[in-house]
């Protein structure tokens, strides 16, 4: 098991943003994570990252807790992710936005460009290399943060709605690069919006509604349960359940 | 029978500083800015009181006024033409600019009113009243109680009127408050109108008691960051009690330990916050 | 700036004592070099943290004290050479770093420049009434050299020199920063520190690495000034438009570029000496108008500096066509 997340809450004040969720991944898998705005989804990824600290529960990476560990320390370990929001450095270069990544397995700068040139070249950001961050449009900053992720060197790389905005065309380039890191030997975890991206890429997705994980399987079943449908539609579509 | 007198002018003062600091804390809630200038605005009201004392005459309500319309107009302006641009800015853009307005406010006071103390002419209020065996200064106790009475006013004008609930709204979510219907622009606008408008109040309510000059505004900012940090950014009623607190922890300090310490126990009160609690005695982390 | 861009720069600067030796007001100008020097490395030094790292400290004047009191106390009390006393002030500035820096940087930006000029403006009220520091009146040096080590000249050329040496280090040191890793975590730092996290940077050791390394040399930036000037006052020392002048200095030039504070301070310096000369003394403040103003227009306008400004106009004339592609 690379991650496990055990009954992981988070609290704001008297709202539960995510009330007692779990999640198993292993090694090599891409796990995919679906519900409607609001659910959680971001918050339990934070929760994983360590960018919170959950109210309670428990995050074990690699059989090491993790739970309330800072970023910095999941970073480390090889957790890498991207913001639902792309939160790129804007006033420096894509290059050294990516080298900012690539510096934590590669203390030296040589070493620390060559692998960022790398990263910058496979993720098709070579052009723009000398570009500041800043000039970029949605799409470019959210490929720019996998690159920077991926730089990072990573096991596992949580995707935080790192395709949504983008067109057709720019979906399927997405696809194939994201298919490419996990032909790394990289697991993904991706919160998606986007079906079309689930159904091509995941075997097993998971879908939160109001804190909690409210089904669990194949992607083509999944969508066809009506607690699932019910979720997305509101009441009254899928049966009166809860 | 001195230190309930003390303690007593302390609370009058602390009063003064829960006014001034609350504008300061409103501003903070609102949009994440500390305004280094916050001190200038109390300075210039306390000239504006100067201004009103030679030009229209009267008492503390035409100073207060005469400073409350002058500093609301001057927030406001520096809203639109300042902050509102900056705010999209990087972090040094963001205090450069009210820091520059700061030095530029104070220095523009040094140059047109020269550097030294001065008092209001012809006292509007003056002599002392005896209150069950407390001798008090007039000029203290009527700014006191009515920086006291308009600081709780303020609180509940943001809590109980449609637009106090429209500014605590934008505070709250900015984004939620826009699909609303309110417009952030105006209510931030106004925020800065009021803060400088309370500043100011409290700046014409100190002038007629005490003497001033154009660098107390350093004082009274420093004074401001220390109320808001004790009472937790952004809460209005944090920054009256932190305010009263503050004012008589100033007041024993200088009865104990003599006049110079009164900052020095201040600043060292800061800094000792910063260590144990920075998030402030009401504020949560 | 190309790889052997700054060769004419510093040629000029080694020159510039030696080419208005000639002239009439030859002292002074020499005087005011050295003057620019000393004002480009408080500001390059304040620089590492709040440019490179985006950490506004508004109480710099602290370690800037530090530094100028220390070679002067040593002297004072004991007739020591105030040589001896530049580490010393160095160390000093160090412990106060981390007294501030520790606490503050778990928080927001803005309460880091709170807090530094509280504890500033502390240090002043606390250092002007304690007689052992000269109170209010403050310290001095030596009136006169008693041998090579008092490091007393008549002229300002040799501490144009020796500022210019000093000067010539911290840029060093200021680009093996920006080159190395530090460099590049402290702008991701000050770009958003959570996405900085997420990378793997330890944002709050990396933000007190660069105010010490930031407040070593704004010390040394102060003892440089009480070796030249002999005397230092509170206000002198560490008074608030200390610090206003280091923050000024670089962000006119440009924050978080090499060599905007030194382009800063060859405004700055020769329009300050200029106001004072025209207006009327440092005493009626025009100067500090002129630098609010001054500061609320970069802010407002041109948050990058004078090399943003610069950087941006060729940028522009080179990349026009194409100049927003975006990247898929």
Redesign the interface.
Known sequence: MLLSAEKVAKHFGSFRAVAGADLAVEEGEIVGLIGPNGAGKSTFFNCIAGDVAPTSGRVVFDGIDVTGAPAEAHARLGIGRTFQMPATFD?MTILDNVMVGAFLRHPRRGEARDRALEVVEMTGLKEQAGLRAGNLGTPGRKRLEIARVLAAGPRLMLLDEALAGLTPGEIQRAIELLRAIHALGITLVIVEHIMEVILSLTRRVLVFNQGHVIASGKPQDVVNDPAVIEAYLGRGHGGARR | MILLQVVVGGLLLGALYALFSSGLTLI?GMM???N?AHGEFVMLGMYAALLAAAWIGGGPVVFGLTAALGLFFLGVVVYFA?IR??MR?????????T??????????A??VFS?NFVTLPHPALAGTISLAGILLSIPQLVAGLAAAVLTIGMHLALTRTAVGSQLLAVAEDRNAAMLMGIRPDRMQALAWGLAAASAGIAGALMAISFPFSPAVG?TF??TA??VV?LGGFGSVPGAMLAGLIVGLIQALSAYWFGP?YK??VV??L??AL??LR?QGLLGTA | MTRWGWLPLAAALLAYPWAVAGSDSAAFLQDMGALVLLAAISAAAWNIL?GYA?Q?S?GHAMFFGAGAYMPLLVYQHWQMPPLLGVPLGIAVSLVVALV?GF??F??????F???T???A??VR??VG?WDFLGAAIGLQGPARARGWYDLIFRSAVPYYYIFLGVLALLLLVAWQVQRSRLGYYLRAV?AGERAARSLGVPVRRYKLYALMLSAGFTSLAGALYALKTGFVDPDSGLG?LVS?QM?IIA?LGG?GTLLGPLLGAMILVPLQTATNTWLGGSG??????V??????????FE?GGLLELWHRQVTARLARPGEVRHAA
């Open positions: 006033d | 903070w994440n800015f500390i280094f300042l641009e900056v800015g990087p972090m040094l853009a963001q205090i450069l600019s820091f520059g307005l700061a030095l530029l406010l104070r220095y523009a040094f140059w550097p350093e900012a420093l960051f220390v940090t110079i900052d020095v600043y060292g800061f800094v910063l260590w920075p | 709040g985006g506004i508004v501030v606490p503050t778990r928080l927001s930006g803005h309460y420049s709170m807090a000029i509280a504890v403006e502390l009220i606390v009434n000050r608030i206003v923050i962000a924050a009626s403040g025009l100067t500090y108008i630098y609010g103003g001054v500061i609320m227009l970069i802010a407002r948050p």
